[in-house]
């Protein structure tokens, strides 16, 4: 079976645990008008325009999913501090059978796996058991928001968000604050009801501020940034890290 990725390389600690191989697969079924990997929409890839050093070039490979995996084993000696192989998107799940099948060979092999989601997949809870590290975005609790801004997923959103926090031991929900989308006191209300009551011993929280960094790869896709800068105010991130202390809730920084 094969794969597409677009990108793929070592990150330590940012996309899972310890040092990992990190592995963009193409394809997202979102839109967030500030995303840093346009890129990686397109289900058949992006053509990205000439860059200094660079001829035009097609944003992704094909690869067959034994040659993919023989990469990870063969990378596995720098899997250090319990790192392993992260699958991160676009939207990993857009290629669910080839990842699935890749996430079950790597447990196989005794290779530790993250997930990185935008958690809109309405098949995604199937693939807990078979991976160790859980990365869920969460941008909204409005599914009405979700819909008009992102595009369709935000009940399912939702009931993946609340079934991870119930089955998976080791999990991770990022938020990536968007001035003005996401930063007021409702939104942070609507982030705390649906986590609900209670410590989550197995789940850790992250808010990650706006930036620009994608803003550049837009322009070699072809492509428009519409975002309008959405800075988030130091303030604004402070009173949403102690909102989730004060809910007994661990606030991480990878
Ligand atoms: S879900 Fe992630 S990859 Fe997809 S559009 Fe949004 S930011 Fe980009």
């Given at each position: 079976m094969k794969i597409n990725v677009f990108n793929k390389g070592f990150h330590y600690?940012?996309?899972?645990?310890?040092?990992r191989l990190v592995i963009h697969l193409q394809g997202c079924n979102l839109r967030c008008p500030w995303c840093a990997n346009p890129e990686g929409l397109e289900m058949g890839g992006i053509m990205m325009q000439k860059q200094e050093n660079r001829p035009p070039r097609l944003s992704c490979e094909e690869w067959e999913i034994e040659d993919l995996l023989k990469l990870c084993r063969e990378s596995s000696s720098l899997f250090f501090d319990g790192g392993g192989v992260t699958f991160t998107g676009g939207?990993?799940?857009?290629q669910n059978e080839a990842l699935r099948q890749a996430l079950e060979a790597l447990g196989e092999m005794g290779i530790h796996t993250v997930l990185e989601t935008?958690?809109?997949?309405?098949?995604?809870?199937?693939?807990f058991p078979l991976v160790g590290q859980l990365i869920m975005d969460f941008k909204t609790a409005d599914p009405k928001k979700h819909q008009m801004v992102l595009g369709p997923g935000g009940k399912i959103l939702i009931k993946n968000i609340q079934t991870a926090l119930e089955n998976h031991r080791d999990l991770l929900i990022r938020f990536p604050l968007i001035y003005g989308f996401n930063t007021s006191e409702d939104d942070l209300d609507g982030f705390l009801s649906v986590i609900g009551e209670g410590p989550k011993p197995h789940g850790v929280f992250e808010f990650l501020p706006y930036h620009e960094f994608g803003r550049e790869k837009w322009r070699q896709c072809g492509l428009e940034y519409h975002q309008q800068k959405a800075y988030v105010p130091e303030e604004t991130l402070r009173v949403f890290e102690e909102a989730f202390r004060n809910h007994h809730l661990q606030v991480a920084h990878t």
């Amino acid at each position: 079976m094969k794969i597409n990725v677009f990108n793929k390389g070592f990150h330590y600690s940012q996309d899972g645990h310890g040092n990992r191989l990190v592995i963009h697969l193409q394809g997202c079924n979102l839109r967030c008008p500030w995303c840093a990997n346009p890129e990686g929409l397109e289900m058949g890839g992006i053509m990205m325009q000439k860059q200094e050093n660079r001829p035009p070039r097609l944003s992704c490979e094909e690869w067959e999913i034994e040659d993919l995996l023989k990469l990870c084993r063969e990378s596995s000696s720098l899997f250090f501090d319990g790192g392993g192989v992260t699958f991160t998107g676009g939207e990993p799940t857009m290629q669910n059978e080839a990842l699935r099948q890749a996430l079950e060979a790597l447990g196989e092999m005794g290779i530790h796996t993250v997930l990185e989601t935008n958690a809109t997949s309405v098949t995604l809870p199937d693939l807990f058991p078979l991976v160790g590290q859980l990365i869920m975005d969460f941008k909204t609790a409005d599914p009405k928001k979700h819909q008009m801004v992102l595009g369709p997923g935000g009940k399912i959103l939702i009931k993946n968000i609340q079934t991870a926090l119930e089955n998976h031991r080791d999990l991770l929900i990022r938020f990536p604050l968007i001035y003005g989308f996401n930063t007021s006191e409702d939104d942070l209300d609507g982030f705390l009801s649906v986590i609900g009551e209670g410590p989550k011993p197995h789940g850790v929280f992250e808010f990650l501020p706006y930036h620009e960094f994608g803003r550049e790869k837009w322009r070699q896709c072809g492509l428009e940034y519409h975002q309008q800068k959405a800075y988030v105010p130091e303030e604004t991130l402070r009173v949403f890290e102690e909102a989730f202390r004060n809910h007994h809730l661990q606030v991480a920084h990878t």
